[in-house]
């Protein structure tokens, strides 16, 4: 597959790119801007890559073409802005077989590179919602130098796994507002309590919940399925009113 995509007409992207230029870049060299995504939808993705690529390469090809990746230029540092599920799944579908020759389209939208100061570099970052900043745990904010070095650093948020799952099953509506599943994610946090399962001896939701087949789907166990219920009832009432993609008992 990343041979298909070498082979493509857009160069290696250059430090020097500029915004709205399609370059494609290993995914070893992308720095990610957030600490943790969701097992679930990585997990989800990954399978249905590694199915495609051993059935069909050029259906897996067709698939990222149409999808660069947004990322922040400053020095030797691309910084991939959006899109950490999708690039984590390829790093885990085909890094066994490929190592760090995967490569994807990129789409730059700055470059930063003559910003010489941390503080303002970063200051607008997180004013573009480029950047976020919180933990696995939900704790935060860290400081931007604890952001991963590479996709494959980044960890598993089990509360970013449920708010998928209940958005993947109409709980909300999907949306574009700026980490909306983290958001979800953060109110199951506080409320959706699994101390039994802990206690168990299962160590959070991503372990017990669910299972994802070779196909890529997903099925909840019965211990998954209780904890799903509990989040929709929680999705559905009024303490989750002003979430983005809030649709109530509609």
């Not at 953060?186 to 039994?196: A, C, E, N, Q, Y």
């Not at 802990?198 to 087949?213: C, E, N, R, Y």
Request: hydrophobic share 35%.
């Amino acid at each position: 597959m990343s041979k298909l995509i070498c082979k493509s007409n857009h160069p290696m992207c250059p430090k020097d790119a500029q915004p709205g230029g399609i370059h494609q870049l290993p995914i070893s060299h992308l720095s990610p801007t957030q600490f943790a995504v969701g097992k679930a939808e990585v997990e989800i993705k990954s399978k249905r890559m590694k199915h495609k690529h051993k059935h069909n390469p050029q259906k897996l090809h067709d698939y990222l073409v149409v999808r660069p990746v947004p990322v922040v230029i400053r020095g030797d540092k691309f910084y991939l802005v959006d899109h950490h599920h999708l690039v984590r799944a390829l790093h885990d579908a085909l890094h066994d077989e490929m190592g760090d020759k995967i490569c994807v389209l990129v789409e730059v939208v700055w470059n930063a590179t003559a910003v010489l100061d941390d503080v303002y570099f970063w200051k607008t970052m997180y004013e573009r919602n480029w950047v976020y900043l919180y933990g696995r745990d939900g704790g935060g904010p860290q400081p931007p130098k604890n952001l991963p070095k590479r996709i494959k650093d980044l960890e598993f948020d089990a509360y970013r796994s449920l708010a998928w799952i209940v958005r993947s099953k109409q709980g909300y509506t999907k949306n574009d507002a700026p980490f909306s599943e983290f958001r979800w994610a953060d109110f199951f946090r506080k409320r959706v309590l699994v101390d039994k399962d802990v206690l168990a001896g299962k160590s959070s939701f991503d372990d017990f919940a669910f299972t994802v087949d070779e196909q890529g789907r997903l099925e909840l166990t019965g211990d998954g399925e209780e904890v799903f219920e509990e989040a929709m009832n929680l999705v559905r009432s009024s303490e989750a009113h002003g979430l983005p993609g809030y649709i109530g008992n509609r």
